[in-house]
């Protein structure tokens, strides 16, 4: 308990000094800019934060109580709606209230199960902020890795992460999240446009409802997470997990 205190203590220092330091380096001088990009790298740390607890628990409980931990998290911090909408493309627009909000609510639950199904162990991971910057369009760039600790103590980039966060109301969203410079937004739109006009948004609820289920039934694997040789390639769609 002490050990995890101080962990999560240390944990949350570097977070600090990492605001600090990103808001230093993109606005120096601006205050009320500062606050604003302070303010857009708060859905990364609270999201990275979340998956390294799914990862340090994952002995104590199961992948659906893992679950219902992280989704709303993922509900809160991601901007589903937008997502959801950009990749439906044209073919939102034919869909009622109803089959929008289903289509939302199937897609952010797969989105949860994906990090369920692979960061479903611990072996001393961080994640580590590694560059801000402001986009064209008004909306934060972040990077950030995946550091895996190796017998020697040194640290190895295991993976990295690209975000785009935009206010929405009175909030910053992650908009798209990128594994390795593969835009998950950019597949999902390539991937939905395909389903929703060849089977309608029925087929793609079911069929996300369908692999959100798998993702959660598969045992936990032990080592490291991301185990595949290219994780970004899970953000397709049309991949079967398992």
């Not at 944990?11 to 500062?34: D, F, K, N």
């Amino acid at each position: 308990m002490a050990q995890r205190a101080r962990s999560r203590a240390s944990h949350t220092i570097g977070q600090a000094c990492a605001y600090i330091v990103a808001a230093v380096l993109v606005c120096s001088g601006h205050g009320r800019a500062s606050d604003a990009y302070r303010e857009a790298l708060r859905p990364v740390d609270v999201l990275q934060e979340a998956v390294i607890h799914t990862m340090r628990t994952a002995h104590d409980h199961s992948r659906d109580g893992r679950f219902h931990f992280l989704y709303p998290v993922v509900r809160r911090e991601f901007d589903l709606k937008g997502i959801t909408k950009v990749a439906a493309g044209a073919y939102w627009g034919r869909l009622d209230l109803d089959q929008r909000r289903a289509l939302v609510r199937a897609f952010g639950r797969y989105l949860a199960a994906l990090y369920i199904d692979e960061f479903d162990s611990f072996d001393g991971e961080r994640f580590d902020l590694t560059t801000l910057r402001a986009g064209s369009d008004g909306e934060v760039l972040v990077t950030a890795r995946l550091d895996v600790p190796y017998q020697a103590g040194a640290a190895q980039p295991l993976l990295k992460f690209r975000y785009v966060l935009r206010p929405i109301g009175r909030h910053w969203r992650i908009e798209d999240v990128a594994l390795d410079n593969v835009s998950g937004l950019q597949v999902w739109q390539s991937e939905f446009d395909g389903i929703l006009h060849s089977s309608g948004s029925e087929r793609l609820i079911a069929d996300l409802q369908r692999k959100t289920r798998r993702a959660l039934s598969r045992p936990d694997q032990p080592g490291p997470p991301l185990g595949l040789p290219n994780f970004a390639r899970l953000w397709a769609f049309s991949i079967p997990l398992g």
